[in-house]
């Protein structure tokens, strides 16, 4: 199209372009002859001349040219006195015109068609009802249950899936129907969009992803076409699975709070995900599989059996399930002999399988900007504390007089945890400022993971909680704000053990939590809080009295052990950095060290 036009707007090849002085010196000489004077344009002819041409010895016949037409007053007395004929022409711009509107809605059109034929949402504006879910096949997706690692009882769950999706007959026999929804309950990070990508790779079918906030659209009804088309597509290549990642964007609870809409287009969209998991047979082959880190916020209606028939939830790994992952991620990266991934595995409790291959990540990085041929423990030992503290910012220009107070902080930290029988084992003592507002910091290497804390192991998290604001009294004769970061965290400790986990003697066994979310329960927004003024005021203080005590025994603690604290201090001034063999060292084998001989070790 655009090649025609271009065409149009070329002048014939049998037409000469002439000059106006060229077109007047012609005038002059009595050549020219059957003028056409537009508003812009003269054309017309040059008479022959009568010679002939040398190639093919005919007479040269008479040449048509046009000319641009300049304000010219003496022209029509120029044609008069040379007796040329002319006429003079008026231009439609009805042409212009169409050419001026068609041509930016052709090129729309051939945009727009380009991008449907891609499956990219730009064809929004001829098929806004079409679902944007991307297809994939097997071979597309590359991943199978060998490369998640972590999930071992979620594997084992999605497994029935993929039998019933290769060998369907097998349940349809027996009656068995199975399941058309499987919710996928995680914290991000988890591994939740990789579950079912390997699921999809081990059924071997085809694997519908989408996520929820593409269904929803300004425009009304956009979501519900979208999801029509979506089921229709997947039934038309059953067997197969649809993946719709972030359900939460799509399946709110309806009728929330006294403002909700009630034809809302985000409502209209999940009436029809409602009615199409309803509509499709079970034993169809179509698999409705969803992950979402909200379940508190979905529709009852998304939930109950016929729909999300099952629901799997990921955890965060243990200490196996870390070990696992990190095998599978430094399967391709070339590992130094000191580097001993189960010492990662449990420095990195807490991790999700997210943050355990940023870390294998962030060593190799940083090891190839050192120039290593391997990763060796140093560089991982830099990216768990690039990952937990921040990065590393020697540039920040600290005072000498604010170095000495943060070497007496963490010092306070790692001796009240030293001294603590409950307490996770220091790894390392620094005072090298990273992050945004990190000054030092103490890493404590917890033993093994923990499901069940005693109020003994929760008192002894509050002591090492307090441990540097109360060295900064001992040492310093003032306190700073540095412990702001410590008293919130105790702070939040104490009132859970008192609000949530009943254990505090004066309040008995009752809890007193926060009044949970109104999504599922909008009554809930009644009662401000489930207790009274006077159980309030004794709340603040039985949380004022586990934070007073706890202070009293930091205190003690560091008092008998002020010239340690006082050594730990100058050794981290000096060298900035204190390791667990250092502080070994520094303590020595001391009989009056309270912790169990499994603690120490």
Not at 14 to 19: C, G, K, S, W
Not at 389 to 418: F, M, N
Not at 441 to 449: M, N, R, S, V
Not at 495 to 505: A, D, K, L, N, T
Request: glycine share 8%; charged share 25%.
């Amino acid at each position: 199209m655009l090649a025609y036009l271009v065409l149009l707007g070329l002048p014939s090849a049998q037409t000469e372009n002439l000059d106006y002085s060229d077109f007047r010196r012609q005038l002059i000489a009595g050549k020219l002859d059957n003028l056409a004077i537009g508003p812009d344009i003269i054309e017309g002819s040059v008479r022959a001349s009568g010679a002939s041409d040398p190639k093919t010895g005919q007479p040269v016949p008479a040449r048509r040219f046009s000319t641009v037409r300049v304000y010219d007053p003496d022209l029509i007395d120029a044609l008069e006195g040379a007796g040329v004929h002319y006429t003079g022409t008026i231009k439609s711009q009805t042409a212009a015109n169409l050419l001026s509107w068609m041509l930016p809605i052709g090129l729309l059109l051939m945009f727009s068609g380009y991008l449907s034929s891609k499956g990219v949402g730009g064809g929004f504006a001829f098929n806004p009802g079409k679902s944007r879910a991307r297809i994939y096949s097997e071979s597309k997706t590359g991943v199978k249950f060998a490369d998640v690692a972590g999930v071992d009882e979620a594997k084992a769950e999605l497994s029935e899936i993929v039998d019933f999706l290769k060998y369907p007959q097998r349940y349809q026999k027996l009656g068995g129907r199975i399941p058309k929804g499987v919710l996928i309950v995680a914290a991000p990070g988890t591994g939740k969009t990789l579950l079912a990508k390997a699921l999809a790779g081990e059924a071997g079918v085809p694997f519908f992803s989408i996520s929820g906030s593409e269904f929803v659209e300004l425009f009304v009804g956009v979501g519900a076409a979208r999801v029509r088309d979506l089921f229709a597509q997947a039934l038309a290549k059953a067997p197969c699975i649809v993946f719709i990642d972030e359900l939460d964007a799509l399946g709110k609870a309806r009728g929330i709070g006294a403002m909700a809409a009630t034809h809302s287009e985000q409502e209209q969209t999940l009436n029809q995900l409602l009615v199409e998991m309803d509509g499709f047979d079970p034993n169809s082959g179509v698999i409705i599989l969803a992950a979402t880190n909200r379940p508190e916020v979905l529709d009852p209606a998304l939930l109950r059996p016929g729909r999300f028939d099952r629901h799997v939830a990921l955890d965060r790994p243990d200490l196996r399930g870390r070990l696992d992952i990190l095998n599978v991620h430094a399967k391709n990266v070339p590992l130094a002999g000191d580097v001993d991934l189960k010492k990662v595995a449990a420095q990195t409790a807490g991790f999700a399988g997210a943050d355990l291959a940023n870390l294998v990540n962030e060593a190799a990085l940083h090891a190839a900007r050192l120039g290593h041929a391997r990763v060796d423990a140093s560089d991982v030992d830099e990216a768990l504390d690039r990952i937990v503290a921040g990065l590393e910012k020697r540039s920040r220009i600290i005072s000498p007089d604010e170095k000495h107070t943060v070497a007496y902080h963490e010092a306070g930290h790692a001796l009240t945890a030293q001294f603590r029988a409950h307490a996770d084992r220091v790894a390392k003592i620094s005072i090298i400022p990273r992050g945004i507002m990190a000054l030092g910091y103490t890493q404590q290497l917890p033993a093994e993971d923990r499901y069940l804390l005693r109020r003994s192991e929760l008192l002894d998290r509050l002591d090492v909680l307090l441990g540097g604001r109360v060295a900064e009294e001992l040492a310093l004769g003032d306190i700073s704000t540095g412990a702001q970061n410590d008293l919130q965290n105790a702070s939040d400790l104490a009132r859970q053990m008192v609000r949530q986990y009943g254990m505090s003697e004066r309040l008995g066994l009752a809890t007193f939590e926060d009044v949970r979310s109104p999504f599922l329960n909008p009554a809930a927004t009644a009662e401000l809080k489930p207790y009274s003024d006077t159980t309030a005021e004794t709340i603040d203080a039985e949380v004022k009295a586990l934070l007073d005590q706890a202070h009293a025994r930091v205190r003690a603690t560091l008092e008998q052990h002020r010239g340690l604290l006082d050594s730990l201090a100058k050794l981290l001034l000096e060298r900035e950095t204190v390791d667990r063999a250092a502080l070994d060292a520094l303590i020595g084998a001391q009989a009056e060290d309270p912790r169990p001989a499994l603690a120490r070790d």
